[in-house]
């Protein structure tokens, strides 16, 4: 690497560092969950390094920790892959004590393949299929927490955090700016880590639960965006923390609150003309937006569990309950699993509300990208527009993550898609994983079934 590295860095990270003398490096990717996993090195060290060594295992990792039987014919020797950093990714850690950067890196096997399971190469893998068909797929992602009191007992209920006025965050207050006011210290230093990290927010609003907030961000190209969203998860966790309280990206923390789903804009552009491709020359619906809408109904029900990685994630799909329990489609409707925002033709945009906010942002955005390029390939069309309340229908999506498990197995479309490695890999680790929750008895069943049955 050349010494003039610090030189070629995006201006923001460059800005930090000025009149500052750099301390460390963090070398971080994302695994399945969505963990940041890698090494911080110090900034002399890493100024004489290219790359760096993880063992292939951190893919084979389940929530808890514990491991999936993924490896494959070479069976469990924990092999390296090379790490390479992508330098447009390096930004500033500003809460830590010293001077740091965070860099992501991109993850290779020794015959310089990109490692198929590793999320990143996952997304980037189904861009390059929208690319090779001329297209620009662009996404805007909503992110929605929670900010809940401190708990340290995993057998005490998640509680709303204490507001600045001294009582319990309230809930059912959407779109107050008084409830937003509530979390203004710890606001404002997202705020000022996201302006350090150069990531600028599109606007923050109360949600409907008790201490939850949304943070939109700006549209743009899908593995940016997804960096930004992991990026993000750890500057409101960094934030909360300075606060006594904590950031919960969980789908459902509390029970009879709403859930955090992160929604997922998508428009797509022709790379020739830079059109939206959704919408005509006189600004009528076009058929690929038809055919975009069908590849979401179609698939997503066999991509949920990627879009809802967890058995908590099932428990956001309330009827009435701010979570959509249906694929149907509708013009400016909030009760349906795929929206069509009030827009101008020019940003025509399909929005898909199934995704929780507990998904990995690299998978979640490949996974809903994945089903619009099915239909675009597949020329399907959707069912008709849905008009009135689509809570009043029955759900058309999987309740469990054992039924969603059992639908993305069969999706061999899907597959050669996503990459049917990683389909391999994160099946068996997903499985692993809810194989770790049956064995777990929990309070409900021993307070009902120990002296009832």
Known sequence: MTTDWIDNLPGPAQFYLTGKRLDEVECIIADLPGIARGKAVPATKFARQEHFYLPDSIFYQTITGSWGEAAGDEGFIEKDMILRPDFSTATAAPWTGDWTLQIIHDAYDRKGNPVPFAPRNVLKRVVQLYHDMGLKPVVAPEMEFFLVARNLDPAKDIEPMMGRSGRPAAARQAYSMTAVDEFGPVIDDI?????????????????????????NLRHGDPVKLADEVFYFKRIIREAALRHDCFATFMAKPIEDEPGSAMHMHHSILDMETGANIFAGPQGGDTDAFFHFIAGLQTHLPSALAVLAPYVNSYRRYVKDNAAPINLEWGRDNRTTGIRIPLADPIARRVENRIAGMDCNPYLGIAASLACGYLGLTEEARPRPQFRGDAYEG????????????????????????????FARVYSIVKR?????????????????????V
């Open 432 to 452: 692993a994983e809810y194989e770790e929750f049956l064995n777990v008895i929990s309070p409900w069943e021993r307070e009902h079934l120990l002296l009832n």
């Open 394 to 421: 029955a759900g058309d999506i999987p309740r469990v993550l054992g039924s969603a498990l059992g639908l993305f197995d069969k999706a061999t479309a899907l597959h050669e898609v996503l990459g049917t490695e």
């Open 191 to 215: 705020y000022d880590f996201a302006e350090a990290q150069g990531f600028e927010i599109d606007g923050i609003t109360q949600e409907g639960g008790a201490g939850q907030l949304e943070i």
